[in-house]
C-alpha cells in the first residue's frame, strides 16, 4: 500500500522535472553563458555520491595545470550567513582556492570572474541547475544504488529520470570497490546505453590519514583494531562504515545523524555517553562532521576524522582527456586581472555569497 502510494506521488514530481528539462532542451528555458569555462560535478539521486571528493581532486587538477578556480556551490543545509558542512570541509582542504554559496548560481558566477579573476567555474552538484551552461558535466553514480531503484522520487531515490544521464560528459561511478567486478560492468554497460559519448571512470575513496581539528594528520594504520565510537551525519553513511570496517577497526559503537545535520549540545552528550558505554578509546567521524564541530576531543575521548582522498581504479586517463581542452581554454583567458598571483584577490581567500 505504501508502495502503491509513493508510486503514485512519484508521477507529479517526474512530470514537473521533464517538463522543466524539456524546456531547457528546446531553447524555452534561458541558459546563461558566462565567459570562462565550466565544469560541474553532479549526480542523478539524492544522498552522498562522493562529490565533495570529486570536486577536491579536480581542483587540485586544474591548480596543479596553473588554472585559476572558483567553486560554486547552492549551500544547502548552511546556517544563516554560514558555510554548510562540504563548503567547510574543502575551505581545509583548499585553502588557495574560493567557494562561492549562493542558489543564484549566475549571480556567483558574475562575482567569481569579475571579482576573482576566476579562470574556470567548478561547480558543486550542479547537474540539475541549468541556468547556467557548462562545458563538461561530470556525473557520478554511488556503487551502492548508481540508477536510485529506477524511480523518481518520492518512490525512489532520482532527481531526474535516469535519462538524464545521456547529458554526461563524464560518468565516474564512485566506491566502486565496494562492488565485484561484474556488479562494475553492468552498471557500466547500462550507463553508456544511457550516454554512449560519455567517458567512464571508477574510483574508490581511499583512507589516507587521521586527522584532528587542527588539521594535525596521523597514521590511519593505527585505527586497526583499535576500539572505536563511530558517528557520521552524511548522505552515505554504509560508506563511511564500510571504510571502518575495511581498516580494522572494532566499532564499538555507532550512530548515525541525517545529512547535513547541525550538531547540537544535546547531540555532543549522546556522543559522549556513546562512547563511554562502549569503552571507546577513540571516536571517529567524517571531515564533513569534524569541521562543523572543531573539537579535539569529547568527554575526554580524542576525536579524529579519516581524512578521505580519491583514487581512481580505471578511466583517469579519460578524465584528464576530457578536462585537458577546457583547461586549455581556461589557460588562454587573458585578462589585465591575472597579471600575477600577488596581485590578485583570487590566492587564500574564502568569498561566500547568500543574496540572489
Same mark, same amino acid.
Given at each position: ?10 508521477? =507529479?514530481?517526474?512530470?514537473? *522535472?521533464?517538463?522543466?528539462? &524539456? ?10 553563458? /558566462?565567459?570562462? =569555462? *565550466? ?15 570529486? /570536486? ?12 585559476? /578556480? ?24 583548499? =585553502? ?27 561547480? @558543486? ?26 524511480h523518481v522520487l518520492p518512490r525512489g531515490t532520482l532527481r531526474e529520470p535516469v535519462d538524464g544521464l545521456r547529458r554526461a560528459g563524464v560518468v565516474v561511478l564512485s566506491r566502486a570497490d565496494m562492488i565485484g567486478l561484474d556488479q562494475r560492468e553492468a552498471i557500466r554497460r ?7 559519448? +560519455?567517458?567512464? !571512470?571508477? /574510483? ?12 594535525? %594528520? ?11 565510537? %563511530? ?33 547540537? &549540545?544535546?547531540?555532543? @552528550? +549522546?556522543? !559522549? ?10 571516536? *571517529?567521524?567524517t571531515r564533513k562532521d569534524l569541521v562543523k564541530l572543531r573539537v579535539a576531543a569529547i568527554g575526554g575521548i580524542p576525536l579524529r576524522a579519516i581524512g578521505v582522498e580519491l583514487r581512481f581504479l580505471r578511466g583517469e586517463d579519460a578524465m584528464t582527456g576530457a578536462l585537458r =581542452? ?31
Amino acid at each position: 500500500m505504501l508502495r502503491a502510494g509513493l508510486y503514485a506521488a512519484s508521477f =507529479p514530481y517526474r512530470w514537473v *522535472v521533464r517538463t522543466r528539462n &524539456r524546456r531547457y532542451d528546446r531553447g524555452g528555458a534561458e541558459i546563461h553563458q /558566462v565567459a570562462v =569555462p *565550466v565544469v560541474s560535478v553532479g549526480n542523478l539521486t539524492v544522498g552522498g555520491t562522493g562529490k565533495t571528493p570529486m /570536486v577536491e581532486w579536480i581542483a587540485r587538477h586544474l591548480r596543479a595545470k596553473g588554472v585559476r /578556480v572558483a567553486i560554486l556551490s547552492r549551500g544547502y543545509g548552511a546556517e544563516q550567513g554560514g558555510l554548510n558542512d562540504e563548503a567547510l570541509e574543502l575551505e581545509l582542504a583548499l =585553502p588557495d582556492v574560493p567557494h562561492l554559496q549562493n542558489p543564484d548560481r549566475v549571480a556567483s558566477s558574475a562575482i567569481a570572474i569579475e571579482e576573482l579573476a576566476t579562470q574556470l567555474l567548478l561547480l @558543486d552538484d550542479g547537474f540539475q541547475h541549468r541556468r547556467l551552461a557548462r562545458d563538461l558535466d561530470i556525473v557520478l553514480l554511488d556503487a551502492s544504488e548508481p540508477f536510485g531503484f529506477d524511480h523518481v522520487l518520492p518512490r525512489g531515490t532520482l532527481r531526474e529520470p535516469v535519462d538524464g544521464l545521456r547529458r554526461a560528459g563524464v560518468v565516474v561511478l564512485s566506491r566502486a570497490d565496494m562492488i565485484g567486478l561484474d556488479q562494475r560492468e553492468a552498471i557500466r554497460r547500462r550507463a553508456l546505453e544511457l550516454s554512449p559519448q +560519455a567517458a567512464w !571512470c571508477e /574510483v574508490e575513496h581511499r583512507a589516507a590519514a587521521l586527522v584532528d581539528a587542527s588539521g594535525e %594528520a596521523s597514521p590511519i594504520a593505527s585505527l586497526a583494531g583499535k576500539s572505536v565510537a %563511530a558517528f557520521c551525519g552524511i548522505g552515505n553513511p554504509a560508506g563511511f562504515r564500510h571504510t571502518l570496517d575495511a581498516l580494522g577497526a572494532n566499532v564499538a559503537a555507532w550512530r548515525e545523524f541525517p545529512d547535513h545535520h547541525n550538531y547540537t &549540545r544535546g547531540d555532543v @552528550d +549522546a556522543i !559522549c555517553t556513546l562512547a563511554r558505554d562502549s569503552g571507546a578509546k577513540l571516536i *571517529v567521524c567524517t571531515r564533513k562532521d569534524l569541521v562543523k564541530l572543531r573539537v579535539a576531543a569529547i568527554g575526554g575521548i580524542p576525536l579524529r576524522a579519516i581524512g578521505v582522498e580519491l583514487r581512481f581504479l580505471r578511466g583517469e586517463d579519460a578524465m584528464t582527456g576530457a578536462l585537458r =581542452p577546457i583547461v586549455e581554454r581556461a589557460r588562454s583567458i587573458n585578462s589585465e586581472m591575472f597579471a600575477s598571483d600577488e596581485a590578485s584577490p583570487y590566492v587564500g581567500e574564502e568569498v561566500q555569497r547568500t543574496d540572489g
